[in-house]
Nanobody
Framework: QVQVVESGGGLVQPGGSLRLSCAVS????????MAWYRQAPGKERELVAGIVVADGYTNYADSVKGRFTISRDNAKKTVDLQMNSLKPEDTAVYYC???????????WGQGTQVTVSS
């Protein structure tokens, strides 16, 4: 049974930091690209950052480059998103995504709310 479970969201002041974590099970972790997406109210879901588990290749949305860092732990089967210098426009529900590099099947987590506000 596939499980994708996010944790670590919350309320933070502008300029603050949060770390999101995604724990997965039920599939071969190293065969996947893992990513974080976000969706703000009234907006489409957008890619924030991605990482190819096998080789660690990463990519980021321009809006978060230099502020966010995605990383993975192959032994624990987790993917983290370190978010620094947070801005109010980072407020959204953040989703963890797993995409197979073989057949492109995808799995999604339930999402975790991140609110940046003073």
């Amino acid at each position: 049974q596939v499980q994708v479970v996010e944790s670590g969201g919350g309320l933070v002041q502008p300029g603050g930091s949060l770390r999101l974590s995604c724990a997965v099970s039920g599939f071969t972790f190293t065969w996947y690209r893992m990513a974080w997406y976000r969706q703000a109210p009234g907006k489409e879901r957008e890619l924030v950052a991605g990482i190819v588990v096998a080789d660690g290749y990463t990519n980021y949305a321009d809006s978060v480059k230099g502020r966010f860092t995605i990383s993975r732990d192959n032994a624990k089967k987790t993917v983290d998103l370190q978010m620094n210098s947070l801005k109010p426009e980072d407020t959204a529900v953040y989703y963890c995504n797993a995409e197979s590099l073989g057949d492109w099947r995808q799995y999604w987590g339930q999402g975790t709310q991140v609110t940046v506000s003073s």
